[in-house]
């Protein structure tokens, strides 16, 4: 396989789909990302999230990342619950096999409507038969306030650290095209994987970039 030098262990700014088109087919051994949610998120601090409010990303995204991930391999998503049906109908019709669903619950309460809102949510989607890990972790994974410093939907190292453990190998090819801050390349690194982010929001390319030169 012969990747162009800088996507190995980058962060890549632009529109994902356009920048998976470069890659070739198969080339991936984990997709592990956190995309927009379709919920058009406000948070007080007024930051926003692109592409939250439209889901034309959805269904070329998801497409691409079905083709660049090897046989017998997993996605890994976050997606946003109130647009499931969104989100599984994209999946499904791009050859993704739900296989597990994870959850993650938090001790502060992120948002406050008929319930108060305490966990993260992800489906653990299926490219081919892959073979199952020797010791499968549990559904519900650990979770670490972050603080939301680096971005508004900031995920916590440890929480991801569990999924690239037990579903790729060391020196594996993690890819997330939504990478936000660059958690996903953070913890691929701790890991001793190799990764490639995309981030189409110049400020999060940028805070990504940087604490990734930081590790």
């Not at 691409?64 to 109908?89: A, H, Q």
């Amino acid at each position: 396989m012969n990747l162009p030098l800088p996507f190995i262990d980058q962060i890549i700014h632009g529109d994902c789909v356009e920048l998976l088109r470069k890659l070739p087919d198969a080339c991936i051994d984990l997709v592990l990302t956190d995309p927009p949610y379709l919920v058009n998120y406000r948070p007080r601090d007024g930051r926003r999230c692109v592409n939250d409010d439209s889901a034309h990303w959805l269904e070329p995204s998801f497409k691409e990342l079905y083709r660049v991930l090897k046989p017998n391999r997993f996605c890994v998503s976050f997606y946003g619950w109130p647009w499931i049906d969104r989100f599984m109908l994209v999946w499904k019709s791009c050859g993704f096999r739900p296989v597990s669903h994870l959850v993650w619950p938090k001790k502060h309460s992120s948002r406050e409507g008929y319930t108060h809102s305490h966990h993260e949510v992800a489906y653990l989607l299926a490219k081919g038969r892959p073979i199952k890990p020797v010791h499968p972790i549990k559904d519900v994974l650990p979770w670490e306030y972050t603080g939301n410093v680096h971005h508004p939907n900031e995920k916590p190292i440890i929480g991801l650290i569990p999924l690239i453990e037990s579903f790729s190998q060391p020196n594996d090819i993690v890819l997330d095209p939504f990478a936000g801050s660059g958690t996903t390349g953070i913890a691929a690194r701790q890991t001793n994987r190799r990764f490639i982010l995309f981030e189409k929001d110049r400020v999060y390319y940028e805070t990504a970039r940087q604490r990734l030169l930081r590790r």
